[in-house]
């Protein structure tokens, strides 16, 4: 007797069709497995067979044959168990045939069996709706996850025998409903704020058009200044979760492992900080089975690289890419994948190894070679990717004392939800939803400049030795100035703010 049981696997981020074919007849009892499987498939033999008898079903004593289609494609993970015993169950007619069409399962297999939840299910049920399946089963604890995509009924099961009284009656149990709408409404929840900073009123203004805009910020200040406390309630001034983001950055963390408990959609951006020890696979994404980085993981949030100048070379030259075209592109032999990375990169750094050199406080012990050195760890065409270069000087003795709050996030936020409406309205017909986001061409055309900023801006280019992406960049900061201030056109005032973001090039790395 033959058996057809619809189930799924990722690729990166993305689930593509594995289809189950069980077949059943007389013979030795053998159970063979083919189709590539990896060692976690391999052993699932065990656990069904064992998940099976402890469930209270009979386990067929004849030549069992269980093939993964497609054969080519390396089959990885657990997520298996529960479609190849219901395949099993289904060649012994203990689940009816007809049951199985139009469904698509998913699940680990405990010994007692109970249903694990398993990676990727959020990928797994938008391609389930794609492909046209009416109904997807999966565990429990993936169910909310799943019934986030809509349009296809979710079953989420506790045990194999809670799937089997599902299939043999459709009434078994009703389909997993969740409100979207509600997810995205409820408030993010941080537990930092902008009021809580003292001072720092030039470093706030940047990272709010830094936030309007999607730029890409360097931080850099002896320590003690607030550059880890201001990097880190960067995202709590940034625009709520769309319903298009929330379902990227699930799919993320879901794929990776990564999804809290109980959370069926990411409804707060998220934000990253890697130690400076990590290692190039763990920062960009790979591995032998390739795995998002954190650059991913920062997806639509921002990824926080604290003391810049101590990854490895090569962990920061990998970023070049991401950082430019939003995608992380990892090849190995058997395919290649990709992650999307649209992160806000925020990095911060001391001004030399000491960490005083400038300080009005403390006197630097640095020798200038050493400060060469120590900022040449930063690569030029890296450093042309990030927008903003903002000096975050020690605070003054009367600002760190002093008992007024800041201005708080929800303030700020408001406004720079404001500038990103403007930008998304101009944008839309390319597909960007930020300034950021502009090519060069588009720059060009999106950012026109009147005489007299167009000399500034020249002058500005000439003194400081600035690239051609940093006047792109110039541009840019520029025109999220303008977007904040509800201007239609950019005016000389907005570029010569938007050179100030530019201009410590010539300090710290002597351009010019």
Same mark, same amino acid.
């Given at each position: ?18 289809? %189950? ?10 159970? !063979? ?16 067979? !064992? /998940? ?12 069992? +044959? ?19 015993? %219901? ?13 199985? #069409? ?5 699940? #680990? ?19 389930? $709706? #794609? ?100 990097? $880190? ?8 979760? !769309? ?5 990227? +950055? ?21 934000? $990253?900080?890697?130690?400076? +020890? ?62 999307? /990375? ?67 996030? /929800? ?46 801006? $020249? ?54």
């Amino acid at each position: 007797m033959f058996a057809r049981v619809e189930s799924a696997a990722l690729h990166g981020i993305d689930a593509f069709t594995v289809q %189950i074919e069980v077949d059943l007849q007389q013979g030795t009892p053998f159970w !063979t497995l083919v189709g590539l499987p990896d060692t976690a498939v391999q052993e699932s033999r065990d656990r069904v067979r !064992t /998940a099976i008898r402890n469930s209270g079903l009979y386990f067929p004593l004849l030549k069992l +044959t269980v093939n993964l289609a497609p054969a080519d494609v390396r089959k990885e993970g657990p997520a298996y168990d529960l479609p190849m015993a %219901i395949g099993i169950l289904a060649v012994s007619e203990q689940v009816p045939l007809d049951a199985l #069409e139009g469904t698509l399962i998913v699940g #680990e297999l405990s010994l007692d069996g109970g249903v694990r939840p398993v990676n990727g299910v959020l990928s797994i049920a938008l391609h389930a $709706r #794609e492909s046209g399946k009416r109904r997807l089963i999966v565990p429990q604890a993936n169910a909310a996850e799943a019934a986030v995509v809509g349009g296809i009924e979710v079953y989420g099961v506790e045990t194999l025998l809670d799937a089997v009284q599902l299939l043999i009656n459709s009434k078994h149990k009703s389909p997993t409903r969740v409100d979207v709408d509600a997810l995205l409404r409820q408030p993010a929840e941080y537990e930092v704020d902008f009021s809580e900073i003292r001072g720092q009123e030039q470093a706030k203004r940047a990272l709010e058009i830094a936030a309007a805009g999607g730029h890409n910020v360097l931080l850099i200040g002896p320590p003690g200044s607030g550059k880890t406390m201001l990097a $880190r309630r960067l995202p709590t001034i940034l625009p709520p979760l !769309t319903l298009e983001e929330a379902l990227q +950055t699930t799919r993320v963390y879901s794929a990776a492992g990564l999804l809290p408990p109980k959370t069926g959609l990411m409804t707060t951006r998220p934000f $990253r900080s890697p130690h400076h +020890t990590t290692s190039y696979a763990a920062l960009v994404g790979g591995g032998s089975i390739p795995r998002p980085g954190e650059i991913s993981l920062a997806h639509n949030g921002v990824l926080f690289l604290d003391e810049l100048p101590e990854f490895k070379r090569d962990v920061l030259e990998a970023m070049r890419q991401p950082l430019e075209d939003g995608v992380v592109s990892v090849s190995r032999v058997q395919a290649a994948v990709q992650f999307p /990375a649209r992160c806000m990169l925020v990095a911060a750094m001391n001004p030399c190894p000491c960490g005083f050199y400038g300080d009005t406080h403390q006197t630097c012990q640095c020798s200038p070679t050493m400060i060469r050195k120590y900022l040449q760890r930063i690569s030029g065409p890296l450093l042309d990717r990030i927008d903003i270069h903002l000096e975050v000087p020690r605070l003054k003795q009367d600002e760190l004392l002093t008992l007024q709050p800041g201005e708080p996030s /929800a303030a700020i936020r408001e406004r720079v939800v404001r500038a990103r409406e403007r930008q998304l309205e101009r944008l839309r017909p390319y597909g960007l939803v930020c300034n950021a986001q502009m090519s060069s061409k588009l720059v060009r055309e999106q950012c026109p400049i009147g005489e007299d900023a167009r000399g500034y801006l $020249r002058m500005a280019v000439q003194r400081l030795g600035l690239s051609a992406r940093a006047y792109d960049r110039i541009l840019k900061i520029a025109r999220t100035i303008a977007d904040l201030e509800g201007s239609e056109s950019i005016q000389l005032s907005h570029i010569a703010e938007a050179v100030q973001y530019r201009s410590i090039d010539r300090r710290f790395w002597g351009s010019g």
